[in-house]
């Protein structure tokens, strides 16, 4: 509701159209009016004013010195009011993109690449939400999510993307210090553990029956904290494969002291509503992503 004091947007708008064309009759042509009415409109905004907006001379109009006044603050304001209402509406017809994602993916994978699919899509309004739970995709904006291992939920849809396994990482360092690595003796290491992933570790001893009494660990929160631990040379982490190859071309130091010692640790699916199936940009996401993990997840160290 308008405040008391303040004048019509009408009138405003009036006022704008007259100011500028200096005509009350090419102002009538442009609004679909008669030019009494604008007339009559602009003397309703005088009195609401309390001032004269107009000389009248014959059939000729001017602004006075408070028109003028007027006038440029009111085109100031009626064009941020033209430009808020474009924005709104060029939004409205954009559609919006919401993926989920682990943190892990979205800072290898999405983060750096995500442009080239926006150039495919310059209209999608494409959001990134990083999170390492499962978001409730039917009652949420989120469009697709990239998540590790498939669930029981016939209402969605599951397209695998990638096997992840577990495998342990370190620098050539770290492996001149503690040779026994490469023979599975963890004698005098220390552990570098995910808080959020409390199977990897134990996943991968089962396995190959090694690691049975270790004290010297660190929990980190993230894959990339877990990385960048080993860089600074205080440990071993388990690295998940393929992303570990990702990190070991770009930091040549990195290596897999067992490398033949290789646990499977599920995969990562694209999951999406049933409601969505047979949607284009979806599937071009797909097939996106997927040709992005082959490019930057391949075992080909340079």
Request: proline share 5%.
């Amino acid at each position: 509701m308008p405040t008391p004091h303040l004048p019509s947007l009408n009138l405003i708008r009036v006022f704008e159209v007259a100011a500028r064309r200096l005509s009350f009759k090419d102002a009538a042509n442009e609004l679909f009016v008669s030019p009494p009415a604008v007339s009559h409109q602009i003397k309703a905004l005088e009195e609401n004013l309390g001032v004269t907006l107009f000389q009248r001379e014959n059939r000729k109009i001017s602004l006075t010195a408070e028109g003028k006044r007027y006038y440029l603050h009111v085109k100031r304001g009626l064009d941020l009011i033209d430009t808020a209402t474009l924005a709104v509406r060029k939004e409205q017809k954009k559609r919006r993109f919401v993926i989920n994602t682990l943190p892990n993916i979205a800072t290898l994978l999405l983060f750096p690449n995500i442009h080239e699919f926006q150039t495919k899509y310059p209209d999608l309004t494409i959001q990134i939400d990083s999170d390492i739970s499962r978001v409730d995709l039917e009652n949420s904006e989120t469009t697709v999510a990239i998540r590790h291992e498939c669930g029981n939920e016939p209402e969605l849809t599951y397209h695998p993307l990638v096997e992840i396994s577990l495998t342990p990482i370190c620098t050539r360092r770290y492996l001149a210090e503690h040779p026994g690595l490469a023979e599975g003796d963890f004698t005098g290491c220390r552990i570098i553990k995910i808080a959020n992933d409390s199977y990897q570790w134990p996943r991968w001893q089962t396995q190959w029956g090694l690691l049975s009494d270790i004290a010297n660990e660190l929990v980190v929160s993230t894959v990339q904290a877990s990385i960048e631990a080993v860089k600074s040379n205080i440990g071993v982490a388990m690295g998940y494969l393929p992303t570990s190859y990702q990190f070991m071309r770009s930091d040549d130091e990195l290596v897999l002291p067992m490398s033949e010692k290789v646990t499977r640790h599920g995969e990562c699916f694209l999951t999406y509503s049933n409601n969505y199936r047979g949607d284009g940009v979806i599937q071009d996401f797909q097939q996106w992503v997927s040709g992005i993990i082959a490019k930057e997840w391949s075992d080909k160290i340079i």
